[in-house]
Nanobody
Framework: EVQLVESGGGLVQAGGSLRLSCAAS????????IGWFRQAPGKEREGVSC????????YYADPVKGRFTISRDDVKRTVYLQMNSLKPDDTAVYYC???????????????????WGQGTQVTVSS
């Protein structure tokens, strides 16, 4: 059974940091691009970052460039999202997702991704 389990969300003040984790099981982890997405209340889900299946190359959405860092540990089957300089606009439920295509194909388009976690809430207070 495929599982993606996010953790690390919480409440933080603006300017603070959080590190999200996405633990995966049930598929060949290092063959998959892993992405982070978020959805704020009343807004569409948007891509945040992804890590390419072949070499782990990172991709970032413009709003998070320079503040967020994605990394993956293929041995631990875990992807991390280090979030620094958080802003109230970063408040959302954060999801990780997996797809077997490379990041140059799937990028941050959520409709490509096959598997999804249940999400973790991130709240940034002003």
């Amino acid at each position: 059974e495929v599982q993606l389990v996010e953790s690390g969300g919480g409440l933080v003040q603006a300017g603070g940091s959080l590190r999200l984790s996405c633990a995966a099981s049930g598929f060949t982890f290092d063959d998959y691009t892993i992405g982070w997405f978020r959805q704020a209340p009343g807004k569409e889900r948007e891509g945040v970052s992804c890590s390419d299946s072949s070499d782990g190359s990172p991709y970032y959405a413009d709003p998070v460039k320079g503040r967020f860092t994605i990394s993956r540990d293929d041995v631990k089957r875990t992807v991390y999202l280090q979030m620094n300089s958080l802003k109230p606009d970063d408040t959302a439920v954060y999801y990780c997702a997996a797809d077997r295509h490379g990041a140059q194909t799937v990028g941050l388009s959520s409709w490509w991704y096959d598997y999804w976690g249940q999400g973790t809430q991130v709240t940034v207070s002003s």
